[in-house]
């Protein structure tokens, strides 16, 4: 299989791309048996990026993440299928993630080779969830997003995640100088960045927390940014994500939760961690 042309290890993601990563993240450390997500991908270097780091999260446990892809088309129905709907009773046991990148290969044989094994695996949907105890990422080509619903509609049905990339790559890394990665100073603060972050403290005493907590939340965000104040802002921006998952996924819901990530990646970029 080819792989992403750039470093990934040196690449950084842009604010957006690590809100994407974290909810990738989120949602693979959430699934406690079979689940599973589609990614659709043009963009090498992010989903290189994210297989990585999840590589690396991963190695760090008994289960490892596994990214085995056989090399000829064919295989995907000959080989690949029977160990997604057979696995061993290892395997089982470990519930090892599978990382399925199917969209880096071009040419008529692999795009046959992909639609007879997203079918067959259409097919076989009710064994998969029943033998399978793990998640499933399948990473597909952008261009053929638009074609899962009808060419596997159950399969599409019963997913957990979908997510389409973009260029979430910065192409130059920015080298932050030490003093903004860990500031040995508060930059000059304002009476009114101040009382922002007052205010958070305050109604992050309460037990009980309502909307106006997010609006406050966001401002002392901001204030603690904008001062190089990146740990309180990262501990903001957390206190944002906590707040915004147990609500219902409606529309205003799922904004805030996609500012509160987006906050939690800016943070990590200031601070240096990606």
Not at 131 to 154: N, W
Not at 195 to 213: A, C, N, T, V, Y
């Amino acid at each position: 299989m080819k792989t992403a042309s750039a470093d990934s290890r040196k690449a950084r993601l842009t604010p957006e791309g690590e809100a994407h990563w974290l909810r990738l993240k989120q949602h693979l450390e959430w699934s406690e048996t079979f689940s599973l997500g589609f990614i659709f991908s043009s963009h090498p270097e992010v989903v290189e990026i994210f297989k990585e780091r999840l590589a690396a999260i991963y190695r760090a446990r008994v289960t490892k993440l596994n990214t085995s892809l056989p090399s000829l088309p064919e295989e995907l129905t000959t080989t690949l299928l029977p160990l997604l709907l057979n696995p061993s009773e290892n395997k089982v046991q470990l519930k090892q993630p599978f990382w399925l990148d199917l969209s880096t290969e071009s040419g008529t044989d692999w795009q046959r080779a992909r639609v007879s094994f997203l079918i067959r695996l259409n097919e076989q949907r009710e064994s998969l969830r029943r033998t399978l105890h793990s998640p499933v990422i399948l990473i597909l080509p952008q261009k053929e997003r638009y074609d899962i619903k009808t060419l596997v509609p159950d399969l599409w049905a019963i997913r957990d995640f979908s997510m389409e990339t973009e260029q979430w790559v910065k192409e130059s890394p920015l080298q932050l100088p030490s003093d903004h990665q860990a500031p040995s100073r508060i930059l000059s603060q304002t009476p009114q960045d101040k009382s922002m972050i007052k205010e958070w403290e305050r109604l992050m005493k309460r037990e009980r927390k309502d909307q106006g907590f997010l609006f406050a939340a966001q401002r002392a965000f901001k204030a603690a940014m904008k001062t190089g104040q990146y740990e309180l802002a990262a501990s903001i921006a957390k206190s944002q994500y906590d707040f915004c998952i147990p609500k219902k996924e409606t529309p205003e819901a799922l904004r805030d939760l996609s500012v509160s990530l987006d906050n939690v990646g800016k943070t990590a970029q200031a601070m240096g961690q990606w």
